[in-house]
């Protein structure tokens, strides 16, 4: 029998045979590891809805209209849904200029001894835990907007917000900086062979072609600020209600489900808990989803 | 004779000291491995002490020692992920069944009420403190303060020290939900000294110049009014293993209940108990 010819190698029949099972049991190693990630996914899912349904059965839906007062057996997680949304959402909104303002620093207008670093930097700041930030906050936050507050405790929605500002921001900048990089380098210089100067070059050019990588890095960052646990727990105070201003105190879902823990398992606090699990998985499941299609280009 | 006296002192003096350097840490001569200890926050200025102690005198033993709460100490324990769980109330007979819990009450420890130093007010009554509480009373000047805001300040629901508070000092009173949420005694006290309008509760063995504690009816939160019985608001320190307590775990609860670890507890400020 005549030999196949492999580029670089001349195989036995036998040695050929012995590589296709190694490329089949590769195949098999990569597709299982693949497999069992996506199942477990969707298993911790059905876990969470598994062990919620117990709960749900016993106070239907009344866990998304009441308070929260274990003691008088009402476990409503409003207030910290609306705790969830009131700090993640400010974080966005001081993170994004401030983001796209570095981002752009980094990519284009900024000192080209300085460019470097500043990316360095924020590869540096991504990889800080978030307890340290929480840390820092309580020191230097806290202080300062008790002062400001008036009287209150300082531990409140605004510490929180400003310290997840700081913690989402290196996610943003990575999309924003990854996106404005990747614009076409001769349109660029046409923008300049047509007269327009650095900044026009960046408002009008840069930005516009890297929108999508800019919604991307908006709702990672989203994302990153309601799943956010040590930052909320540490520096928003965790007092279970409605919050009348941005200076209260309020408790989000994740510091709520760091906080019920510690109950007895076969409470019924407990089991509230994994409804506040799905949740936070849903809510940021959507947002991820919806950064990578829009990062791919699915939806314009 | 003369001589007979001397030769006894100098006995006596070689015995002495060895009587004192030796006796409590002693048991864990030759031992080693690791001890785990989570739960109650009360219970750590003891039982940091005591392990400092122990490990200095023998470096092969590792003891460790996590907060969490006396609910977290209970449950750690109970699943077997720790050695010995700490709590701050007596763990109900529900969890003592299920988990087969073994328990060693070591010391006694009040609860008290705390404002920062610079607070006018000195006195509660129960009445009042309730109102506090419950949010109903919510600036300082109706109580003889000053004009500001009342922050109140609240452990989380595995606290021993809150179930206690609740039980004795507020009659199982409503705890205001705006209230903000710490998660050890350590940090309630620094949340209260650092916040001037501030209100919450601690044990009593960590009351010290950074916070006031108030009096409760006219009785001031003293260790003697503790022992007496007529501060109300008190509790066992409660250190718990799954089954009978055995090898590394019970010298440690022994070390506890010896005039060494007695001398550790009362000098953090509890009133140690004997076996």
């Known amino acids: ?223 990153r600020a309601l799943g956010d646990t040590m930052i909320s727990l540490m520096l928003a105070g965790n007092s279970a209600s409605f919050p009348d201003s941005a200076f209260e105190s309020a408790r989000t879902l994740t510091a709520h489900i760091a906080l019920v823990m510690a109950a007895d398992y076969d409470s019924p606090e407990f089991r509230s808990v994994f409804a506040c699990g799905i949740i936070l998985y849903l809510i940021t499941a959507f947002l991820s989803i919806t950064a990578r299609y829009i990062y791919k280009g699915r939806i314009q | ?56 005198y023998n470096h092969d033993i590792r003891i460790t020692i996590g907060g969490g709460g006396s609910g977290v100490g209970i449950k750690k324990v109970g699943e077997g992920l720790i050695d010995i769980g700490n709590s701050g109330r007596k763990p109900s007979p529900g969890e003592i069944s299920k988990y087969g819990l073994e328990l060693y009450r070591w010391a006694i420890d009040g609860v008290t009420v705390v404002v920062h130093p610079s607070n006018k007010v000195n006195n509660l009554d129960t009445d009042t403190l309730k109102k506090i509480f419950s949010g109903k009373i919510k600036n300082w000047s109706k109580i003889g303060g000053s004009n500001a805001k009342i922050n109140i300040y609240t452990r989380d629901n595995s606290s021993g020290t809150r179930k206690v508070f609740w039980k004795k000092a507020l009659n199982k009173g ?49 260790l003697e009014n503790v022992k007496s019985g007529e501060y109300k608001v008190a509790r066992g320190l409660y250190s718990n293993t799954k089954g009978e307590a055995k090898g590394l775990e019970r010298k440690f609860i022994d070390y506890l209940y010896t005039l060494e670890g007695q001398s550790i507890i009362a000098s953090k400020g509890f009133i140690p108990v004997k076996k």
């Open chain 1, 1 to 223: 029998m005549q030999k196949k010819i492999v580029p670089g190698y001349i195989l036995s029949e036998n040695r050929e045979q012995i590589l296709n099972i190694y490329n089949l049991f590769l195949k098999f190693i990569i597709f299982s590891g693949a497999i069992l990630s996506s199942v477990l996914i969707f298993l911790i899912l059905l876990i969470m809805i598994f062990l919620a349904l117990p709960f749900f059965s016993h106070e239907g839906i009344s866990i998304f209209s009441g308070s929260w007062n274990p003691v008088s057996g009402s476990y409503g997680i409003a207030p910290m849904i609306a705790g969830t949304v009131l700090t993640a959402v400010p974080a966005l909104i001081i993170a994004f200029p401030l983001s796209l303002g570095y981002s752009v620093f980094a990519a284009e207008t900024g000192n080209r001894y300085l460019k470097k670093p500043a990316i360095l930097l924020i590869r540096a700041a991504s990889s800080i835990p978030t307890v340290v930030y929480a840390f820092a906050g309580i020191f230097i936050i806290v202080p300062l907007i008790r002062k400001i507050g008036h009287g209150g405790s300082g531990y409140s929605i605004l510490s929180a917000s400003l310290v997840l500002a700081v913690l989402i921001s290196p996610t943003m900048i990575f999309f924003f900086y990854d996106s404005l990089k990747s614009v076409n380098k001769y349109t660029q210089q046409g923008a300049l062979a047509l007269g327009a100067s650095k900044s026009e070059k960046v408002l009008f050019l840069l930005i516009p072609s890297a929108k999508r990588g800019i919604f991307a890095g908006v709702f990672l960052g989203l994302g």
């Open chain 2, 1 to 56: 004779m003369k001589k007979i006296l001397i030769s006894l002192l100098i006995l006596f003096m070689f015995f002495v000291p060895n009587l004192y350097a030796e006796d409590a840490v002693e048991i864990f001569k030759g031992e080693s491995g690791s001890l785990s200890l989570a739960g109650g926050t009360a219970h750590i200025p003891v039982l940091k002490e005591a392990a400092k102690r122990i490990m200095k």
């Open chain 2, 174 to 222: 409503e705890i205001s939900p705006k209230a903000l949420f710490i998660s050890s005694n350590g940090a309630m006290k620094t949340a209260v000294a650092k916040d001037k309008n501030s209100i919450g509760y601690i044990s009593i063995g960590h009351l010290d110049n950074s916070v006031k504690g108030l009096s409760l009816n006219g009785i001031s939160p003293e």
